[in-house]
């Protein structure tokens, strides 16, 4: 790969004040998306004043203005003047398809809230780790986690049941699936996923697992509401199942989505995953699609921001307690390695039209 050419000073200078505004726009949408606000313009469809997008998101006036003259002079929102001088404000039907809740999985304005909410939970602590490589603990991040459920539902919702699946082993799993399986999501998280999954199976068995009791304890109420009997959710370490245990060839199937690469010991995770399959189990791990090493990310639409998330959580997560720290941009050559070296010796790498930030390692036993 050629050697990238040295910016001029100017230039650069121009790239800092970008960086500097676009740092800035990154709070105040994550701002917007997490009050409500974009929701409640987008239910406008002509200019309102800053005290009738107020009265709409009920907030509070002045902190609505301001945080409007961030949007206008970011062009997020359009500003239009009356006669008289009053500044009305518009968020574009084109913006909105993308930044607001109903966006479903075209939804980029959730992932706002990601880097300021990274900074609140673990800046201290990643400062630290500088200096002496240690990780920081998955509990440590109690709001990101609420985050990452937010965020699944934004994912999983519109695409998991009627895009993702039907394409899963040729469309072989969602008819094994209606017929009746047992399935495993490692990593579960709050259980967005799984608890989809057991609503639209309901001939198939479900099982969570996650290392966080309160994660788990979140999923288990969920479920509960749902009132779906054919999921149950577990407190396990994912490095450290299937040998004997009653997980061993416990499952027909096992997904883990954006999960593997947070494990202290991924290879020991993955190694479980193939002990808990029967011959001719599937396992779907869907990650972050990027080459593994930073040459092979330059061109990565996203390169800077998903190297940022993984800083401030998927490697610090991931080191603690003396662990791998793979980190989020793992990329394709590391994870189809680690999945050979846990035993699977044919990886199919899918990539997925409805998602084109992931990709889909497709393994059987």
């Given at each position: ?38 929701d409640a313009m987008d239910a406008c469809s002509a200019p309102q ?124 799993m969602a008819a094994r699936l209606q017929k009746g399986i047992r ?136 080191l603690a307690d003396n662990g791998a720290g793979l980190g989020m ?37």
């Open positions: 790969m050629p050697e990238q050419e040295s910016t001029a000073p100017e230039d650069f200078s121009r790239k800092m004040i970008d960086i500097l505004n676009y740092g800035a726009l990154n709070l105040a949408v994550g701002i917007g998306y997490r009050t409500g606000l974009f004043t800053a005290e009738a997008v107020a009265r709409e998101a009920g907030m509070n006036r002045r902190y609505v203005e301001e945080w409007l003259g961030v949007m206008c002079t970011g062009g997020i929102v359009t500003l239009t003047t009356r006669e008289d001088g009053t500044a009305e404000y518009l968020l574009p039907r084109s913006h909105a398809d993308i930044l607001t809740r109903r966006a479903g999985s075209g939804n980029l304005g959730v992932y706002a809230q990601e880097i300021p909410l990274l900074t609140l939970c673990a800046m201290e602590k990643v400062l630290d780790g500088f200096r002496t490589g240690e990780g920081v603990p998955y509990a440590d991040y109690p709001k990101f986690q609420a985050f990452m459920t937010e965020l699944a539902n934004a994912k999983h919702r519109q695409v998991l049941i009627d895009l993702f699946l039907p394409t899963v082993d040729g469309g072989r399935v495993c999501d490692l990593g579960c998280g709050e259980g967005v996923a799984l608890t989809l999954m057991a609503a639209a199976f309901p001939a198939s068995r479900f099982t969570g697992i996650d290392m966080d009791p309160e994660v788990i304890r979140i999923a288990e109420s969920a479920a509960a509401e749902a009132g779906l009997d054919n999921a149950r959710f577990l407190v396990r370490d994912a490095a450290a199942l299937g040998n004997g245990d009653e997980f061993e060839n416990a499952f027909d199937y096992i997904t883990a989505f954006d999960a593997i690469h947070d494990q202290r010991e991924p290879l020991a995770a993955l190694k479980s995953v193939r002990r808990m399959l029967p011959p001719g189990g599937c396992f779907s791990m869907i990650d972050i699609d990027a080459g593994s090493a930073h040459q092979d990310n330059m061109a990565h639409p996203m390169g800077p921001f998903l190297y940022t998330v993984s800083l401030m959580h998927c490697m610090p997560v991931g941009m793992w990329g394709r050559e590391k994870a189809v390695a680690l999945l050979s070296r846990a035993g699977f010796d044919a990886v199919e790498v899918v990539e997925m039209p409805h998602d084109p930030f992931n990709i889909h390692y497709f393994c059987r036993k």
